[in-house]
Structures are given as C-alpha cells and as structure tokens.
C-alpha cells in the first residue's frame, strides 16, 4: 500500500501540474521606450560587473591556468555585451521595409542595403563570441576543481 502511494505521487502529481499550467506572473515586460533602456543598462550592468571580476582574479592570473580562461570568458563576454549594445542600437534603424517576408517566418530575409543593415548583420552573430566565451568559462571551472587548494586569498 505505502508504495503504491508513492508510485502515485510520482507519476500523478506531475501529470496534474503538466496539464493544469498556470500563469507563470514572474515576468513584468516592459514596452517601448523603457524596455529598451532597461534592457541597454542591464548590459552595461553585466559589463561592469565582468570588469569587477576580472579586477577581483588579480595577481592569479599569472599564476594559475584556471584565472586566465575565466579571465577570458570575461573579456570575450565583455566584447559579447558591447556586440548586443550596438545591435540593439543598430535595430532601432531598421523599418519594415527593410526585411522580405512576414515576421517571424524563418524564411525572412534582410535586405542588405545600406550601413545600418550591415551593422545590424553583423551584431546578430553573436554566437560566434558566445561559445568561445562558454567555452572559456567551463574548462575555467574545470580546470580550478583540478588545482589543489594553496590558502592564498
């Protein structure tokens, strides 16, 4: 009897919850104009904040393998962060008018005819920083639970 009661709490109660969904009331979205700055100092936020780390690893940078790659997932988000800043700016230039399909349809295309649609290109590659920084990030972390504890602040 006690494992069939438990059989049914873990197979009914998360059939219930998947099929009763309810709203989820934990994202307040911002509209224009305010989205966008919010959305803009919220990068300047998170590039700060990647400064202040990189300050903060300091002198073991030069000492310790770990420092360095997470040094340099900082950097490479850092240059992540400030890709997104110019194509969000870029984005405002953009009309309607400069893209061939429906919205939202994969196959949507940009036509590239001027600066700001170059620009705009360009920035949405945003992978090509990212995963490198990912990468950087982790083998970071790999690497410090490899390094054996010294005491050193």
């Not at 073991?60 to 969000?88: E, K, M, P, T, Y």
Request: some cysteine; aromatic content about 12%; proline content about 7%.
């Amino acid at each position: 009897m006690k494992n069939i009661r438990r059989l049914l709490l873990l197979v009914w109660v998360p059939v219930m919850v998947g099929l009763v969904p309810r709203p989820a009331l934990a994202i307040q979205p911002h509209g224009p104009p305010e989205g966008f700055y919010l959305h803009q100092i919220a990068h300047l936020v998170f590039i700060g904040a990647l400064i202040f780390f990189i300050y903060k690893l300091g002198q073991g940078v030069q000492r310790h393998r770990s420092f360095r790659l997470l040094a340099w997932a900082c950097g490479l988000l850092i240059l992540w962060n400030l890709d997104h800043l110019v194509g969000h700016l870029s984005a405002l230039s953009l009309s309607p008018l400069d893209f061939q399909g429906h919205g939202g349809d994969l196959s949507q295309r940009l036509l590239m005819s001027g600066l700001s649609q170059w620009i705009y290109y360009l920035t949405s590659l945003d992978h090509l920083i990212l995963v490198p920084a990912c990468y950087c990030f982790y083998r970071g972390l790999k690497e410090l639970k490899k390094e054996p504890e010294t005491g050193e602040p």
